[in-house]
């Protein structure tokens, strides 16, 4: 039987040691937190890959297989603060370099037509849960070498960039999620840490739709690159998966 890494079947040293770099994904089972695990974890470094149902993501149980246990799959509804705090607990000791919140759900809507349930489901997906991860997981972040929190949000949050209305609650969500981000970059500075809001492109997901223009790779490949080289100069910033400054 093929194993399958989880916290109960790697040893406690292996998730202390500060040596290796590590990524905590929420949204892993597919779109771009899926490719976010494969790109980590082919560039060396150690995943946790959390997914609301891992098992029914055949894509990442097939990355997970060949992964050589740098990818540690956790099942976790973002919306669940109970289990983001036994999640954390679980992690106590070990440094989270890069927390990154990928989680993400659509409540696009027209004036007249509000769907109010999604638009709040929306709210604790898109807004709640990313505050939720930063307050639980700051001291791991705090302790670890990177010490980044990046959250996808998109353009569709900003208000600089809307002249074509519409989509309420989707955008009323990463707007949200931006102010969140802004006010994260300036109260954790003292302890090092960097935040940034972060838009990918748009990207030929299950929300993206099929007439994205640009792939997953691509937009994931310039994410990295751009979390990577992030400065403290940097912190509170609306970036792009280019690097370039997008207005609020
Ligand atoms: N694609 C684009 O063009 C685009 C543009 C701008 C911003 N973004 C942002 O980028 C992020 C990823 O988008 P995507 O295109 O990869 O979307 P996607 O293909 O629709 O995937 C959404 C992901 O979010 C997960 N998710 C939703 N609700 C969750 C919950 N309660 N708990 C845990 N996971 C949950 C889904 O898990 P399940 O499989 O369990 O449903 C799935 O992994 C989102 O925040 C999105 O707003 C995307």
Known sequence: MTRKPNLDTIPREYLRSPLIRTVLITGAGRGLGLEFVRQYSAAGWRVFACARTPAKSASL???????AEKIIVHALDVTDHAAIDGLSRRLADTPIDVLLNVAGMQASSGFGKSNYQVWTDAFRVNVLAPMKLAEAFVAQVAASDQKKIVTLSSTLGSMGDNDSGGLYGYRSTKAAVNAIMKSMSIDLAARGIIAVPMHPGWVRTDM???????????????MLRVIDELTQAQSGKFLTYTGATLPW
Not at 62 to 67: E, F, I, R
């Open 61 to 67: 149980t097939a990355l997970v297989q060949g992964s």
């Open 208 to 222: 993206g739709g099929p007439r994205a223009p640009i792939d997953v790779q691509t937009s994931v490949a310039g």
